[in-house]
C-alpha cells in the first residue's frame, strides 16, 4: 500500500544542535516530495520540495532536505537549530498519477530546548 | 500579494447541523484543494476543485461537498456533522498544470 512515514513522533533537540527529521515513502514510483511546517494554531508553511535533478534541495529558514531513491527517504535536516523552530513537521507527496492529491505523514513535533 | 485566506477562524457546531466553509486562492491560483487535519494527524485530502468542478476526491462520505465560483475562491459543505468531524480544515491553492499547493491558516470546526 502506498504511505508515508515519519518514524518519529517526537524529538526534542537544544537550540544550536543539528537536526534530521527522518520522511520514508512507499510508491511504485519516485514521487514528488514536500516537506511543511505548522506552527500552533497556524496552517502549513512549505519548508521545500523535489521534483527531480539534485537529490539535495535548499529551503527556507535555513532548512534542506536529502531524497535518497535507494531507501526511499527524504529527510529534513538544519545544520544548528533555533527556538523559533518549535513546531509540527510534515513530510508529504504526491504521486504525481494525475490524482493532484498530497498524501501526509503523521508528522513529526519538535520541541528546542534553550 | 495575498496568500490563501480562509474563514471563519472558530467555528462550533451540534451534531446533525450543516457548515460551510470558505477559502479563497492565493492570487493567480485557479485550483482549491481541502484537507481535514484531525488532532495529533496529518492532514487528509478531501477533494479538489478546478474550472468549478470537483476533479478529484479522497475516502470521504457524500456529507462533505463543495462548490468553486468563477473568481476560484470555494467551499466547503458538510452535512449531518458529527463529533468525528471537529478538526482543522485547511484549505490549499494551487495554479493547475504545476505541483506545489499553498495552505490557508485553517478553520476550526468543533462539533458538540
Known amino acids: 500500500a502506498q504511505s508515508v512515514t515519519q518514524p518519529d513522533i517526537h524529538i526534542t533537540v537544544s537550540e544550536g544542535a543539528s537536526l534530521e527529521l527522518r520522511c520514508n515513502y512507499s510508491?511504485?514510483?519516485?514521487?514528488?516530495l514536500f516537506w511543511y511546517v505548522q506552527s500552533p494554531g497556524q496552517g502549513l508553511q512549505l519548508l521545500l520540495k523535489?521534483?527531480?535533478?539534485?537529490?539535495l534541495v535548499q529551503g527556507i529558514k535555513g532548512f534542506e532536505a536529502e531524497f535518497k531513491r535507494s531507501q526511499s527517504s527524504f529527510n529534513l535536516r538544519k545544520p544548528s537549530v533555533h527556538w523559533s523552530d518549535a513546531a509540527e513537521y510534515f513530510c508529504?507527496?504526491?504521486?504525481?498519477?494525475?490524482?493532484?492529491?498530497?498524501?501526509f505523514g503523521s508528522g513529526t513535533r519538535l520541541q528546542v530546548q534553550p | 500579494d495575498a496568500g490563501v485566506t480562509q474563514s471563519p477562524t472558530h467555528l462550533i457546531k451540534t451534531r446533525g447541523q450543516q457548515v460551510t466553509l470558505r477559502c479563497s486562492p492565493k492570487?493567480?491560483?485557479?485550483?482549491v484543494s481541502w484537507y481535514q487535519q484531525a488532532l495529533g494527524q496529518g492532514p487528509q485530502f478531501i477533494f479538489q476543485?478546478?474550472?468549478?468542478?470537483?476533479?478529484q476526491r479522497g475516502n470521504f462520505p457524500d456529507r462533505f461537498s463543495g462548490h468553486q465560483f468563477p473568481n476560484y475562491s470555494s467551499e466547503l459543505n458538510v452535512n449531518a456533522l458529527l463529533l468525528g468531524d471537529s478538526a482543522l480544515y485547511l484549505c490549499?491553492?494551487?495554479?493547475?498544470?504545476?505541483?506545489?499547493?499553498?495552505f490557508g491558516p485553517g478553520t476550526r470546526l468543533t462539533v458538540l
Open positions: 508529504a507527496v504526491d504521486p504525481h498519477t494525475g490524482r493532484r492529491a498530497l498524501t
Open positions: 492570487s493567480g491560483h485557479d485550483t
Open positions: 476543485y478546478y474550472e468549478e468542478e470537483e476533479r
Open positions: 510508491y511504485g514510483a519516485t514521487p514528488y
Open positions: 490549499a491553492s494551487s495554479l493547475n498544470g504545476t505541483d506545489t499547493q499553498y
Open positions: 523535489y521534483f527531480s535533478g539534485d537529490t
